[in-house]
Each structure stands twice: as C-alpha cells, then as structure tokens.
C-alpha cells in the first residue's frame, strides 16, 4: 500500500487481502500442519521455492496465511524488510538475540532493557560462550568505549522496562555500527507507529504483540522485524528452533492491530493526564514518563518518538507497607498485575534494584508502574484520589 497514508490508516489495511478470501475481512485462521501438494512436480517447487525464502505455504510450522497477515502488516508500518511470528514476546527477543550471536562474541545489554531478556543473556547465551556485558542506558554515544573488536550485538530499549531512562538510539546506533556491531530493540512501549526503529538505526525491532497489539489482554505472540540485511540470520534461527504461534492467538493479534492506532491516542493522553496527577501529589517522589516536560528523557523522546503510550513508573517517599497496602488493594478500576497494553488499567509493584548490574536505582520508597487503561479519565483520577486519601490517612 502506499506509503505516503497516515499510520491509522495503514492499521486499518496492511497485510490485509480480502480478495483472496471470498472478501472475507479478517484472514481466515488456518489450523495445519500438514500441507498437501497435488502432484510430484508441485512438491518439488515448493521445496526449490522453501530453500530460496520464498512467502508461501509449505507447513504449518513454517506459516500460514493468517501468519503471514500480521507479519505482513508489521513489517510495512515498521519500515522494515520482512517479519517474523514467535509464540511470545520473550520467544521473540530470545530468538533474535540467538540469532546473532555465536561463541567467542561480546554482547552488549542495556541494564534497563525487560528482565527476563536480560536474563537471557546472562544465563542462556552466557552457556554457549558467549560474553555479556550490561551497561548505563544513558551511555548514548559514550557506549563506543565499551565495544570491543568481537562485539556483534547491542540491546537497546527505550523507554527501558519499569525504570523508563530514554535512550539516545541514533547515538549508541551509530557507534555500534562503526564497529560492525548491530543494533537489537525492543521496541514494544512505543509500538511500530511511535517509533521507527529502522529510520533511526536499528536493525532488528522486537515487540511484545501481547501488549497493545492484542490489545485485549487474551493473547501471546512476539513479532521481530528486520532490516534486508539481518533478515536470513533471523530466518535460519527462527526455523532452527522450531518456533512458530498458535492461528488462534496470531488471529486475535491482527484483530487487534486494526485498532491500536486509535487505542494508542486515548493511552497516551489518558497515561499524561494520571502522570501529571501524580507528579502534583506531595507523596510522590518522581514520576517515570518520558514525555513530562521535566522528564530528564524528554528531548530524546520528543526529538525522536512520535507519540507515548500509556505505561509509566511512579516512585512515592518512603511510606509505611500498610498505607501503600491501603492505596492498592483498595483500588478498584486498576488490577494487579503483570504485563500491560489491554483495554484495561493496570497498577504493578516493582523494586528493580535485584537486577540492575551497572546503573544504581537510587530511591528509598516503593515503586510501581501504572497501565492507563481506556476507563474515563474521571473515573481513573477519582479512584486515585481515594487511593491516596488511603495512603495518607490508612
Ligand atoms: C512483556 C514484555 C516482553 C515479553 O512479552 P511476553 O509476550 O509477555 O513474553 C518483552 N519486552 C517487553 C518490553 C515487555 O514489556
């Protein structure tokens, strides 16, 4: 589709072939395996066309048209060469990360890049030798003195998971390729329509469909995008590994899609309005969002992102473990609980200080990481309120 149509309307059709499917809107959810071929010479081309990474059907494993949907439409809104479908968004940064690194290779990754990616590297990659090493988020450029003749890949995350320090991409990209590394980001708080990864020097993007993509909070899937360049590896991996997504959860994500630009809007004005709330209360320490003006990652997020989403930190001063228990169990529109990007608010408890390796987290009091969901800003803000009368008054 033209490239020129504003992202809400490439939402609406990327990937997208009614024609192929009696005009049905939705792509129909394949359940296969096995694919038939009609005769011998079939057979053969489809294994001549298979070795030569030619889009088609060969086995379930490989993909179906309902996966190739979604990967189509990624990839356009992204700005990258081809998609590829994992059945997480952790699937998705372990394979991409694997993907490019081999023994005797020097890894770099963010200290504030998604914990459990972390852990990949430290523990999986770090068994098949390869060397990790974490470093500041706000290195920007001054990551160059970091890298090493055998350094193959960096790990960028901006905002980074729970913590949400800006970081400079084009800076620490730059730098990275100077040297022959590649740049790897997950890319999963701005989406593909907040931030393209690819104009900014990123070569393969990461995204955690399972937030704002599914968007309902009912589904797993990862997506990772590539460049031309970095595509084959990433192939060869993802079909090494066997990896592939269920049609039924890959259907609900290219359902979800069709509305994400328009949910992303309301996320992010409804998530600034609740940070501007907290950053006003006098039991509030800092407030984690890149797009406040005094934000320290503002101008990076401003210089370089097209919008923000709905997800941000707030620490509090150090409080008693019954008034923060007060304001949160009492809360009655944002649930407990892990992962982010559905319809619905969210309030998580975190202490990120176990993890860090390289940066120190420097505040005393409780944090937690607040998912603006699509609720009425009025409702939100009155069950903060009362919230925070129980966190003052418990
Ligand atoms: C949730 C998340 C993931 C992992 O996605 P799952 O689908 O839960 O495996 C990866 N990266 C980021 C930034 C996330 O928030």
């Not at 005769?39 to 059907?57: F, H, I, M, N, S």
């Not at 407990?336 to 505040?363: C, H, N, Q, T």
Request: with cysteine; glycine share 8%; net charge negative.
């Amino acid at each position: 589709m033209s490239r020129n149509r504003k992202d809400p309307t490439r939402v609406v059709h990327a990937g997208r072939h009614p024609e192929q499917f009696h005009g049905v809107v939705n792509p129909p959810v394949y359940h296969a395996s096995t694919v038939l071929s009609p005769t011998l010479a079939d057979w053969e081309q489809k294994d001549r066309d298979y070795a030569a990474d030619k889009p088609g059907v060969y086995y379930g494993r490989h993909g179906t048209p309902t996966l190739a949907s979604l990967e189509e439409a990624i990839a356009e809104l992204e700005g990258g060469y081809r998609a590829m479908i994992y059945p997480s968004g952790l699937a998705a940064c372990a394979c991409a990360l694997i993907s490019y690194a081999s023994a005797g290779d020097h890894v770099l990754i963010s200290d504030s890049a998604y914990g459990p990616m972390r852990r990949v590297g430290w523990r999986l990659l770090s068994r098949f030798g390869v060397e990790v090493q974490f470093y500041d988020p706000l290195a920007g450029a001054g990551i160059a003195a970091l890298m090493r003749p055998n350094t193959t890949v960096v790990v960028v995350e901006a905002p980074g998971s729970l913590t949400f320090e800006m970081q400079d991409i084009p800076a620490i990209a730059a730098a990275a390729h100077q040297r022959g590394a590649m740049v790897l980001m997950d890319n999963t708080w701005a989406t593909p329509l907040y931030f393209k990864a690819f104009s900014h020097g990123v070569d393969v993007s990461i995204h955690a469909a399972t937030k704002y993509i599914v968007g309902h909070s009912d589904a797993m899937v990862g997506v990772v995008t590539t460049t031309r360049e970095a595509w084959p590896k990433l192939k060869e991996t993802h079909v090494d590994l066997g990896q592939t997504a269920g049609p039924d959860d890959v259907y609900l994500a290219q359902r979800g899609l069709r509305t994400m630009a328009t949910r992303l809007a309301q996320h992010w004005q409804s998530g600034l309005a609740l940070a501007e709330w907290f950053a006003r209360q006098p039991a509030v320490e800092r407030v984690l969002h890149p797009a406040l003006p005094d934000d320290p990652g503002y101008a990076i997020w401003r210089r370089d992102f097209l919008g923000a989403s709905g997800l941000f930190s707030v620490v509090l001063k150090p409080v008693a473990r019954n008034a923060l228990a007060a304001f949160i169990d009492g809360l009655e529109l944002f649930g407990i609980g892990a992962s982010w990007g559905g319809y619905e608010s969210l309030i998580m408890p975190f202490d990120p200080s176990p993890i860090r390796k390289v940066s120190r987290w420097p505040y005393a009091g409780p944090a937690f990481r607040i998912h603006a969901g699509l609720e009425h800003i009025d409702d939100l803000l009155a069950d903060l309120q009362a919230g925070f009368a129980r966190l003052n008054q418990p």
